[in-house]
């Protein structure tokens, strides 16, 4: 199939239609599949999923830097809108859990006669140990109380970070993307909460294409014109890391997936049928919403619904996201119809 040529409209539209499967594989990563209870079946939509938050990581970038002249007048206009479109609704998702056992508890209190010792110890336990934890490192000391958004607390210290992102970019050029890709491949970490490596390398990746857009191109024309190297290679390093996953080494191969599977992942949106494309950056909308919904409860009550169901164990992992989807589309669909207002502030003004 011949490649379409790429301008502006057409990488707002396949990064926006990007997004969607994207937002399925996060679901699929939630499923916390394994080897052990899920089979090769298992690892495999493991692995593949773990392209999809350093995309969207890619993608924040190349759109943090876009468009103007990065100074320090539009470094803090940027950082006032992130703070409706990322801090205001961050915090409101991760206090939603936190009312909601609140609330089951107090409803035990009132119409069920229950003890108030553990409503006065959850409360106790949160206030002791630091509430801030809430919305830094509270769910297994990494991640945020609804631990999805831990994407987004990253998002949002590397655009605090961003003047040190935009000079790294403008002084090493392509060697600073290299030396990143190989820290990557090599499994070097942060170790700070807050600062994950992914953060790091796709954000400053997504702003190096943003910056030099004029030498590199889009991500898109990066994804065209090197296709015959990044299908392959994603396709390859997956291969190798299922085969070799119990490995020292494998990590390598893993890494190696998700440096060329974000490419390999926009080159597919080039093969998509237009009307698929616009279908799908129209659902776009909904992806923040559906981020931060699906693993408060959605996903978990899909699945003991299916589970009913006594399906075979490979087809629920394979359709349980799916349908966790679909369900949480609904519910935004619903809230856009009754409570848009209500909605845009969950959102961040994205409906």
């Given at each position: 199939m011949t490649s379409r040529p790429i301008n502006k409209e057409k990488m707002s539209s396949y990064s926006n239609a990007l997004k969607v499967p994207m937002i399925i594989l996060v679901i699929f990563v939630h499923e916390n599949l394994n080897l052990t209870s899920d089979g090769y079946l298992g690892l495999m939509l493991a692995a593949i999923s773990n392209v999809a938050v350093p995309v969207f990581f890619l993608i924040s970038g190349y759109y943090f830097f876009y468009g103007h002249q990065f100074c320090k007048e539009e470094y803090f206009r940027k950082l006032i809108k992130r703070s409706r479109t990322l801090l205001l609704p961050y915090l409101i998702w991760n206090i939603l859990p936190m009312m909601n056992i609140v609330a089951g508890n107090l409803f035990s209190i009132i119409f069920k006669g229950k003890s108030t010792e553990a409503l006065q110890t959850y409360l106790a336990d949160l206030w002791n140990n630091g509430i801030?934890?809430?919305?830094w490192d509270i769910t297994g000391g990494t991640m945020p109380y609804d631990s999805p958004l831990w994407y987004v607390r990253d998002l949002m210290v590397m655009c605090i970070l961003s003047p040190?992102?935009?000079l790294y970019i403008k002084r090493?050029?392509?060697?600073?993307?290299s030396i990143l890709a190989i820290l990557y491949l090599a499994g070097v970490n942060t170790g700070v909460v807050g600062l994950s490596m992914s953060a790091i390398v796709f954000f400053i990746l997504g702003g190096h294409f943003s910056i030099n857009v004029a030498i590199t191109g889009s991500p898109c024309d990066f994804a065209l014109k090197w296709r015959w190297a990044v299908v392959p290679m994603a396709a390859l390093s997956l291969v190798l890391y299922l085969l070799f996953h119990d490995q020292s080494y494998a990590h390598i191969c893993q890494m190696s997936y998700i440096l060329s599977g974000v490419f390999a992942s926009?080159?597919?949106?080039?093969?998509?049928?237009?009307?698929?494309?616009?279908?799908?950056?129209?659902?776009?909308s909904s992806v923040f919403f559906i981020y931060a919904l699906h693993n408060t409860c959605v996903l978990a009550w899909c699945g003991g619904m299916i589970n009913r169901l006594s399906l075979p164990h490979y087809f629920v992992i394979v359709i349980l996201p799916f349908v966790t989807f679909v369900?949480?589309?609904?519910?935004?669909?619903?809230?856009?119809?009754?409570?848009?207002?209500?909605?845009?502030?969950?959102?961040?003004?994205?409906?």
């Open positions: 801030w934890h809430v919305w040190i992102a935009y090493l050029k392509s060697w600073g993307v926009y080159y597919l949106m080039n093969l998509m049928p237009e009307k698929m494309l616009k279908k799908m950056s129209v659902m776009a369900v949480c589309y609904a519910l935004y669909y619903l809230l856009k119809k009754a409570l848009p207002q209500v909605l845009a502030v969950l959102c961040g003004g994205r409906i």
